[in-house]
């Protein structure tokens, strides 16, 4: 009876909030908005079983994702009301394809039927005898291997692309070389000058 | 996992493994070279030699090699080894296109060979992926990667605006692909392709997987570009440097082809009837917009775009047919295809005035007369691509029609006949500013490379008849 309520109280919350996100006027409220859908959804994790999962989840994606969201709105300034005063004209057309698509979608639902056997296809089953963390080290270090090393590479392209896009080497740009710094000696910082009486330095 | 059976799975992996090993192993030389020029030649050349080396390993374990690795997430077989053969070599002579262009272009850095290497790998990736994640995570390495060497000329505003629209667009398509994996995940119960055609063959769940599947392959037809998907194809062709384009309107192309077939082929084999639907639409559609749609360019690369939307229309009439013979003539046509545009491309690279690169249809005028040699290769080309009888894309087009005639698809090919007539219109245009019209002016000297490249594909349009008409009579005489 209470993990139903709390699935349904924390359902709830993470479809309003994420309604919340797309309507809201105001991107930093879009952002709190975020931040709740997420939290909602790290409860999820928690009633299916998956505390690592949750506690990722709200490591890195409340605490580090979207605050990086909240930095970068708050920086960049963006009006979404002008962003979004031509959208009203496609609202009739989206809208009726959302709709159909909805509607597909409802009755999909209703005559839902799963394979035979599909439960017990099931490739990890949530252990019985071991913490979360091991289960999911075995599982990602050893049958989904390719898969993790697959998404290493994935991650090395996005930061090869970050810095190809945007990296420019600048000239004249002065820049702290810590090694020259110390190993500075006295004969080539002081430069002792013997000044001439009457002419200055010139 | 012991160590045995590791090394078995990655006995059958080794030409992905050259290559990521290799392009992190560049990326390192790129980093600690003193001087960016010279890194950039040699990363460049040593690329080229890398992807050589992967067709010849892919050659070499084809026969010898077949099977499952990682439990079941990636597939081997003679077919995709040829698929992969096909894909490292055609991505050999997009970066031989590039690497002249890059210098004159002051584009020359070592980061477009190696991403070019990683795209590769996410394309080598895709076509052997027997699972639903080892297909998403190669799709988005290949795309992640061509999405920045679409930008890669960053100071242009053209590059960047193409980099962008393709980036939204793909994280749009990658959204749509997701949402159907998992609506497939949860009617099959897993991820693997041959539990999704266990699941596929019981009658209850199908109409589960049908609707999972619908959003699937409207995911994989935004990266074939194939129509209503395609709006991006047009922008991002004319934006992106010339020799990207190059490169995407080949390989990847024939990579999510085979792709979309394996999907279509293996885990839903037993609903053929139903898939089959959805392809015809997009077969049609892409057909309709590619043969229209390249009727009204004026800039050569935005046709090429129009041309290979058309040119995907086509593959996917063989495909509709469901059988083996469709999957066989769709890997034929996309083959003869990638070597018909890799030439069109050389020849448009090959359009630099003293002021710099040009690329409108009209700056080909009297080439027959000024350059014989590029006029004559771009007139080839363009028959070629157009399916114009009697030069090698016929005897494609020829093959994927019989295919679909064989499945009792008459009206689809009767359909795909009548675009083919109007897509030759527009090469007999681009024919006829190249022999009639009065010269506009000379172009400089082609670089050897590019040179070598549209005078050799222009000779296969030729030279490969007779084996496409081997290929053809012995598929006839199998089939019949």
């Known amino acids: 009876m209470l993990p139903a309520a709390a699935f349904y109280i924390l359902a709830a919350s993470a479809v309003i909030s994420a309604f919340m996100v797309v309507t809201a006027r105001n991107p930093v409220r879009a952002v709190l908005f975020l931040i709740v859908t997420f939290f909602s959804a790290a409860g999820l994790f928690v009633l299916l079983g998956a505390e690592f999962l949750a506690m990722i989840l709200v490591i890195v994606y409340v605490g580090a994702v979207a605050v990086l969201f909240l930095f970068v709105v708050m920086m960049l300034d963006i009006d979404f009301a002008t962003l979004k005063a031509g959208s009203t004209g496609y609202l009739p057309l989206g809208g009726l394809i959302a709709l159909v698509l909805a509607a597909q979608l409802a009755l999909v639902g209703l005559a839902w039927v799963s394979a035979d056997g599909a439960a017990l296809q099931f490739q990890a089953p949530t252990p019985e005898d071991t913490h979360n963390i091991a289960a999911l080290g075995a599982l990602i270090y050893d049958r989904y291997v390719l898969f993790f090393q697959l998404a290493g590479l994935v991650l090395l392209v996005a930061m090869m692309g970050a810095i190809v896009l945007t990296l420019r080497h600048r000239d004249g740009v002065k820049r702290q070389d810590m090694h020259r710094q110390v190993n500075r000696t006295r004969a080539e910082a002081v430069d002792v000058i013997d000044v001439k009486r009457g002419e200055g330095i010139g | 996992m012991t160590t045995e059976m590791l090394l078995t799975d990655l006995r059958l992996m080794i030409p992905e493994l050259m290559l990521a090993i290799g392009a992190m192993a560049l990326l390192m030389l790129g980093a600690f070279w003193k001087g960016e020029a010279g890194a950039a030649r040699l990363i460049m050349r040593l690329s080229i030699g890398l992807l050589i080396l992967c067709a010849a390993a892919a050659v070499w374990m084809a026969g010898k090699a077949e099977g499952t690795a990682f439990h079941g997430a990636l597939r081997v077989d003679d077919f995709i080894l040829y698929a992969k053969t096909v894909i490292y070599l055609a991505s050999a002579g997009a970066l031989v296109l590039a690497s002249k262009y890059l210098e004159t272009e002051r584009l020359a850095k070592f980061e477009y060979p190696v991403l070019a290497l990683l795209a590769v790998t996410g394309m080598s990736v895709m076509v052997s992926s027997n699972d639903l994640i080892t297909l998403y995570l190669g799709l988005e390495l290949q795309s992640l990667a061509l999405y920045i060497l679409a930008a890669f000329n960053r100071d242009s505003l053209r590059a960047s605006e193409a980099g962008l629209k393709f980036f939204m667009l793909g994280a749009l398509s990658s959204g749509l692909l997701l949402y159907g994996a998992s609506l497939i995940y949860g009617f099959a119960g897993a991820t693997g392709f041959d539990a999704i055609a266990a699941a596929a063959s019981e009658d209850g769940a199908k ?260 084996v496409a008409g081997v290929v053809l009579a012995t598929a006839i005489a199998v089939s019949s």
Do not use: C
């Open chain 2, 207 to 466: 109409i589960g997987l049908l609707f999972g599947l619908v959003f699937m392959v409207s995911g994989l037809a935004f990266k074939l570009s194939a129509a209503p998907f395609h709006m991006w194809t047009p922008d991002v062709y004319e934006g992106a440097p010339t020799p990207v384009t190059a490169f995407y309107a080949t390989a990847p192309k024939l990579a999510a082809m085979v792709l979309v077939a394996r999907v279509l082929y293996e885990p839903f084999a037993a609903m053929t009837d139903e898939w089959r639907q959805i392809i015809v639409v997009l077969a049609v559609l892409s057909m309709a917009v590619g043969a229209l749609g390249a009727l009204m360019q004026s800039n050569i690369k935005r046709l090429m775009g129009y041309s290979s939307i058309g040119n995907m229309g086509y593959a996917l009439v063989g495909l509709a047919a469901g059988t083996a013979l469709g999957l066989w003539s769709v890997l034929f046509y996309m083959t003869l295809y990638v070597v018909g545009v890799l030439g069109a491309f050389a020849v448009i690279l090959s359009m630099r005035r003293a002021e710099g690169m040009v690329e409108q249809i009209d700056d080909l005028k009297g080439l027959a007369r000024t350059h014989p040699a590029l006029g004559w290769s771009m007139t080839a080309l363009m028959f070629s691509i157009g399916g114009m009888p009697f030069l090698v894309g016929f005897f494609g087009k020829l093959f994927v029609f019989y295919a679909a005639a064989e499945a009792g698809l008459w009206w689809l090919m009767l359909t795909a006949l009548v675009f083919s007539t109007v897509s030759i219109a527009y090469s007999l245009r681009v024919v006829k500013v190249i022999w009639f019209d009065e010269p506009a002016g000379v172009f400089e000297p082609a670089p050897a490379g590019v040179a070598l490249i549209s005078r050799t594909a222009a000779l296969a349009t030729v030279a490969l008849v007779p």
